[in-house]
């Protein structure tokens, strides 16, 4: 309702003076129409600037990481083909890791909600800090942004999983080893645009939380993933595929320009 007021206070004065304009009507009641807009209208987007969000509230919080943990491990089946031609070869050794990577990034999302509430809690201690009051920013737009950015960053997941379905080859550590080097698609610009995506994800979370320390699922999920599961990876692949991965490598970065 707030935002059809917005736009009614906006167009309807507006279309008013239009059609008053060149009709005999006084400029000084054309000036009041135009006041009377401007005024409406600032009191409904200030009215609508102090709206919380609803990620707001502790509860808002944790019910956006549900929801999207929910979603995620809907989602987790289709890249986990039990298929046996993805079955390695004898001798050869699977990539093993303390944890999986969409494992930890669920993780780091609640870290990051958890890390919100902190605040709150000492607050006496630990002043609360905002993302939207440090950018000057109303925390509609934020959170506007990061419901955008984490669905870009599912998109770009989902998008990767299809790919690398297209090449036959199973998504790592889902269902058996590597059969191939993916080069098209995303796999052009990024050499692992699912951590990509995670990431994102990651990013994503402070700014619908609108609060700085949420950053710290970002830092989590970027310690684990770049500080670790990237060069495991990647030292796999160069040991199974030699030469070939390494001039893949050559072209195409982890994170397209570095």
């Known amino acids: 309702p707030t935002r059809i007021a917005f736009l009614l206070f906006r167009w309807y004065p507006f279309q008013l003076v239009q059609a008053t304009e060149g009709k005999g009507v006084s400029s000084e009641r054309t000036d009041g129409i135009r006041s009377t807009s401007d005024g409406a209208s600032e009191l409904v987007s200030r009215r609508f600037a102090t709206m919380i969000t609803p990620a707001a509230s502790t509860i808002g919080g944790a019910a956006h990481v549900v929801g999207m943990t929910a979603v995620t491990r809907l989602a987790m089946p289709f890249a986990s083909p039990k298929d046996k031609k993805y079955e390695s070869q004898p001798g050869e050794k699977l990539i093993q890791l303390p944890a999986r990577p969409p494992d930890v990034t669920m993780a780091s999302w609640a870290a990051s909600a958890l890390a919100r509430e902190i605040p709150k809690v000492l607050a006496a201690s630990i002043p609360e ?80 939380l609108d609060s700085m320390y949420s950053f710290v699922g970002l830092a989590i999920t970027a310690a684990y993933l770049v500080g670790h599961v990237m060069p495991v990876e990647e030292k796999w692949m160069l040991a199974k595929f030699g030469s070939e991965y390494a001039e893949y490598c050559k072209k195409v970065k982890r994170f397209f320009l570095f």
């Open 129 to 208: 800090k905002t993302i939207s009051a440090a950018l000057g920013v109303s925390p509609w737009s934020l959170y506007a942004a990061g419901m955008a950015l984490w669905a870009g960053s599912f998109g770009l997941v989902v998008k990767t999983i299809v790919d690398m379905k297209r090449h036959n080859t199973p998504v790592a550590h889902a269902a058996g080893t590597a059969q191939t080097i993916c080069r098209s698609g995303l796999f052009g610009l990024f050499r692992h645009p699912i951590y990509i995506g995670m990431m994102g994800s990651c990013v994503a979370m402070p700014l619908l």
